[in-house]
Structures are given as C-alpha cells and as structure tokens.
C-alpha cells in the first residue's frame, strides 16, 4: 500500500508516493532520479549505496523510506553542487577512483568522517572506511585521497 510521503533530499522536499517500508535506495534512483547513489550488494555490506541522513552514513539499500522522513538526506549529488569539495578533488589528485561504482559511497562514508573529524589519523581514516568495499582494489589511493583532503580542510579552516 503506497503512502505520500515527504522527504528532504538535498535540501529540498520532495512528495513521494511509495511503501513505507520501500527501501531508500529505490525511492532515490527510481522516484526522484538519484542515480549517483549505487546499488551493490543489498545487504548494506558493500557501501555503495551510502548516504548520509542527518550527517550520519547510512545504507540506503535496507534502510526503509519511513525511517528516514523528516531527516536530512544528503546523496551524491547533494554534495559539491556549486564545486568540487576538498575531498572530491582529493579523489581526482590521488587517482582514488578506478572503474567509479564504489566512488560515491565512498565520499559519502568519508564526508562523514571528515565533518566529524577533520584531522583523522591513517588509522582512524582505515576504521571508518573498513565497511566500504572497492572491487578495484583502490584502497589505499582512498586512503591516501581522504588524508589529502583532511590537510586540504586543514588549510582552508587556517
């Protein structure tokens, strides 16, 4: 049974008629046409589909659509509309991308971090992303983007 429901995507609201219990995900790429956000392994083990909901990661692959009304979604594209942000361009500078379908889970988990922790140690940084999977492998230039990214932050705050 479909409800109308209100979702805050990017910051603005949008009117979706769907099962309250219909994953985030399909809303996103199948209702308002958000396909940056990926679909990988259905079981919010790979990452792929992660957005952030009020700051905080999260798999939009089994997370249901009324658990997030009210909240801020923030999805890909929502991310350095105007530019690319630190971390976006940290990616390009470290070749952090391969074949691209893990990317924008990955920027997700890791704008996530950052906004939490601007200064994370490689530690810290490899903790955070464990949950993320790249079938590429491209593991450390991640690591080695988000690191760059966090002394870019560094020099703007400054």
Known sequence: MANDTTLNVNGKKLRVDVDSQTPLLYVLRD???????????????CGACTVLVDGQPMRSCV?????????????????????????????????????????????????????????????????HMDANVCRCGTYLRIVNAIELAAGMQKEVAE
């Open 63 to 127: 997370t249901p659509v009324s658990r997030v009304s009210g909240k801020q979604i923030t999805t890909i594209e929502g991310v350095g509309t105007d530019k690319l942000t630190p971390l976006q361009e940290a990616f390009l500078k470290a070749d952090a991308l391969q074949c691209g379908y893990c990317t924008s889970g990955m920027i997700m988990s890791a704008t996530a971090l950052l906004n939490k922790n601007p200064k994370p140690s490689r530690e810290e940084i490899v903790k």
């Open 31 to 45: 209702h308002l046409n958000l396909t940056g956000t990926k679909y990988g392994c259905g079981e919010a083990r």
